[in-house]
């Protein structure tokens, strides 16, 4: 706030705490109306609203119509809409891939894929050398390719090591298959083939979205009789590869209500759902629709209806510009992609408001996320409203789209009813929604900005990250927010959370995590499997790339 004389300050702090006390009224009429979009929104005709497919722009056009209908001003770089690419599972043309041991012509698929680190393109024949685990220690105690020339050859190799691969594994440095790879490079092989016989690793992942190509074919053998073949003797072998990655459209929705105000509120959601399942589904059947009435059906609905009011005029406090933003289930994509290429100036944005998950109001009880991110959050928030039952989190940083925002240093709230049996499963229903809780979330979003209006600017400030939603398994994190569009080697970074390990040691957003302590830091995998072998209280060499520019110093978790 600003500084006023001893006098106007006591007027206005006696004027702010009047103002600050009001709710605006519960519209109970918007119960029927968000209940008529999110039935249509959480269809089954919609199947899902996974980005990139058809029924995902019924979901788009249909928010668009909406707009339009109301006058809101479009502010897209295509009218109301910002495209942006989502990737998807990389191609593999396997008429153009292929693999024969001996005489067997094994089948694309079935008995063998390209792996990540495959080049996009190329061929290869010859014969084959077996190189182990691909492993040569530094003080020279272990050394597969003792005797072992692979200049020219095709090297078959075991991803697995001596003693297994986990975080405690004595060879745990010489895990990365992208270094050992690299070896196998340097040494003059051809191409690379990778088994699994111990079955002491994981087999290296069929699909992924990123290419991160090496200059040979690399392929994973899964038929167990050419690959104990393959172990056992060499075998003249012929391959072929060719891949490409694969990106479809997704869409922003973004318009803007125009109030001839010195500040604008960003309010948003996301509109997109897992389709038909998929990785990120929490359902062990067979492939069915997830309809995501709560996600994120329920903040679309909301900020539907939100849009309405703003746009009929009730409140003209700020200029509005509301966004719909598409691939959040994918890592945040759609609102990172906006706000890394804004259609409206951030320095023009006073803070941002998301409704994600809204659907479940459960005995009045609101998370709000975010309230440690303005100085005046907690003052705003003290007075009741509608007798919500609000339990503050201060963290910026979320799984949903608010977390964009805060690393761009805006103040934010998140809003979020909670988790539930259904969350990511095809039973997230239209009619398990609270539409009359849903009206109250309204009116706290209007009472929110009735409240800030009363304030010159909101404070700005850095907060630690909080525990909540999913816990992985194991004891420590970083604290940082991976890259998910990032194709490695490596793990890149978005963000750090202040007070964090991450944060502490000097890690900052668009830095690529190299390795920690001995594991090399291939992908997000890799990473998840270096933090197993630490706990709290460890100290450990970190290494990270900078600008070009390889960093290496201490992290303590």
Do not use: C
């Not at 005489?103 to 010859?126: K, N």
């Amino acid at each position: 706030m600003n500084k006023f004389s001893p006098l106007i300050l006591l007027l206005t702090t006696v004027f702010t705490v009047q103002v600050s006390a009001q709710e605006v009224p519960i519209d109970l009429d918007a119960t029927k109306r968000m209940e008529n979009d999110l039935f249509f929104l959480a269809s089954d005709s919609l199947k899902g609203r996974k980005p990139g497919t058809v029924e995902a722009d019924v979901a788009r056009d249909m928010i668009a119509g909406r707009m339009l209908t109301l006058g809101i001003e479009p502010m897209g770089e295509n009218g109301y809409f910002q495209k942006f690419p989502v990737p998807e599972y990389a191609a593999v043309n396997y008429d153009a891939t292929s693999l024969s041991v001996g005489r067997a012509q094994l089948q694309g698929h079935v008995d063998f894929y390209p792996v990540s680190i495959s080049s996009h393109i190329g061929q290869a024949s010859g014969k084959t050398v077996y190189v182990g685990y691909g492993i040569t220690t530094e003080d020279g105690s272990y050394d597969d390719f003792k005797g072992l020339n692979v200049n020219g050859a095709i090297a078959v190799m075991n991803v697995s090591s001596p003693d297994g691969i986990h975080p405690h594994s004595a060879y745990a440095a010489y895990h990365s298959l992208n270094q050992r790879v690299a070896n196998l490079v340097e040494k003059g092989a051809k191409a690379v083939l990778l088994i699994n016989p111990d079955g002491t690793a994981s087999d290296t992942q069929e699909f992924f979205k990123s290419i991160n190509a090496s200059t040979l074919p690399v392929f994973f053998v899964r038929n167990e009789a050419a690959a104990n073949k393959l172990m056992k003797r060499a075998q003249k072998v012929n391959l072929s590869v060719s891949m490409s990655e694969r990106f479809s459209d997704g869409y922003n929705i973004i318009g803007y209500i125009h109030n001839n105000k010195r500040k604008t509120v960003v309010l948003g959601a996301h509109y997109d759902h897992l389709g038909m399942g998929g990785e990120n589904s929490l359902y062990k059947g067979p492939a069915a629709i997830h309809n995501g009435a709560d996600d994120n059906g329920s903040g679309t609905t909301l900020l539907l209806e939100v849009m309405r009011y703003y746009a009929q005029r009730q409140d003209t406090n700020y200029n509005y510009l509301i966004q719909f933003y598409s691939a959040e289930e994918l890592g945040l994509i759609g609102s990172k992609y906006w706000t890394n290429h804004p259609t409206f100036p951030l320095k023009e944005v006073e803070y941002m408001i998301n409704s994600d998950m809204v659907g479940r109001l459960r005995d009045n009880r609101l998370q709000l996320s975010g309230t440690g991110t303005a100085t005046e959050w907690d003052e705003i928030l003290d007075t009741p409203i509608h007798g919500l039952d609000i339990k503050k989190d201060p963290a910026g940083v979320g799984p949903s789209d608010q977390t964009s925002f805060y690393y761009k240093d805006l103040p934010v709230l998140h809003l979020f009813t909670g988790t539930h049996d259904d969350y990511h499963k095809p039973t997230d229903d239209a009619e398990k929604i609270n539409y009359k809780g849903m009206a109250k979330l309204a009116s706290l979003i209007y009472t929110i900005t009735a409240r800030t209006a009363n304030y010159e600017n909101l404070t700005f400030q850095k907060t630690t990250s909080s525990e909540q939603k999913t816990t992985p398994n194991f004891s420590v994190t970083l604290g940082v927010v991976p890259d998910y569009l990032f194709g490695g080697p490596g793990l890149r970074i978005d963000g750090a959370t202040e007070g964090r390990p991450g944060a502490n040691a000097g890690l900052k957003s668009g830095d690529v995590i190299m390795k920690i302590g001995d594991i090399s830091i291939d992908d997000i995998y890799a990473y998840m499997v270096a933090l197993g072998a630490f706990k709290k209280g460890d100290t450990t060499a970190l290494v990270y790339v900078r600008d070009g520019e390889e960093v290496e110093t201490e992290i303590t978790f």
